[in-house]
T-cell receptor, first 112, second 112 residues
Framework: DQQVKQNSPSLSVQEGRISILNCDYTNSMFDYFLWYKKYPAEGPTFLISISSIKDKNEDGRFTVFLNKSAKHLSLHIVPSQPGDSAVYFCAASFFGNEKLTFGTGTRLTIIP | DAEITQSPRHKITETGRQVTLACHQTWNHNNMFWYRQDLGHGLRLIHYSYGVQDTNKGEVSDGYSVSRSNTEDLPLTLESAASSQTSVYFC???????????FGPGTRLTVL
């Protein structure tokens, strides 16, 4: 049972445009969400997170939106740059549990 | 600088052999995790530890074991390697009570 889902395995976006990566979850107990970025032959690196008490968190070019009623979050990258080409994983956890449940990942390709 | 390292980075072994993958972190984190990454499955949790002498099973623990004798290390052992265990393995660590996990560079294991 996949509790965190990323339904788009891949996404291609022109350089300078907005990239939107989506993630859905089924477990309503989840109250903390993270996005990780992964380059080939490297480990995932933390990008941005959001707590369920917020609906938006912004860090430079990266913004994460959370819609609790829809159990949906999205990562917006504006403007997209070639260095953003990577696999992006969303992850979720709940209070008092430090384990993360990961989605299957979305491969983002930025076209110059 | 604090870091998390994994060794070896690449390993080829034969079915039935015992294999141990090393993970060492200098963050002084209480929590350590082992994941495997496979296409279509994202990152799946194998085992985790919240401190010395503490170990717990994750969602895909069959055929794997861990032990935690100190804060810095969490070795992962495949008791009798199977071809289904061919994968990329990532170790991660986090602070007690923290959600953000820091990942190692990964070990690519091939079981022939």
């Amino acid at each position: 049972d996949q509790q965190v889902k990323q339904n788009s395995p891949s996404l291609s976006v022109q350089e300078g445009r907005i990239s939107i990566l989506n993630c859905d979850y089924t477990n309503s107990m989840f109250d903390y969400f993270l996005w990780y970025k992964k380059y080939p032959a490297e480990g995932p690196t933390f990008l941005i997170s959001i707590s369920s008490i917020k609906d938006k968190n912004e860090d430079g070019r990266f913004t994460v939106f959370l819609n609790k009623s829809a159990k949906h979050l999205s990562l917006h990258i504006v403007p997209s740059q070639p260095g953003d080409s990577a696999v992006y994983f969303c992850a979720a956890s709940f209070f008092g549990n430090e384990k993360l449940t990961f989605g299957t990942g979305t491969r983002l390709t930025i076209i110059p | 600088d604090a870091e998390i390292t994994q060794s070896p980075r690449h390993k080829i072994t034969e079915t039935g052999r015992q294999v141990t993958l090393a993970c060492h972190q200098t963050w002084n984190h209480n929590n350590m995790f082992w994941y495997r990454q496979d296409l279509g499955h994202g990152l799946r949790l194998i085992h985790y530890s919240y401190g010395v002498q503490d170990t717990n099973k994750g969602e895909v623990s069959d055929g794997y074991s861990v032990s935690r004798s100190n804060t810095e290390d969490l070795p992962l052992t495949l008791e009798s390697a199977a071809s289904s265990q061919t994968s990329v393995y990532f170790c991660a660590s986090s602070e007690a009570g923290g959600n953000e996990q820091f990942f190692g560079p990964g070990t690519r294991l091939t079981v022939l």
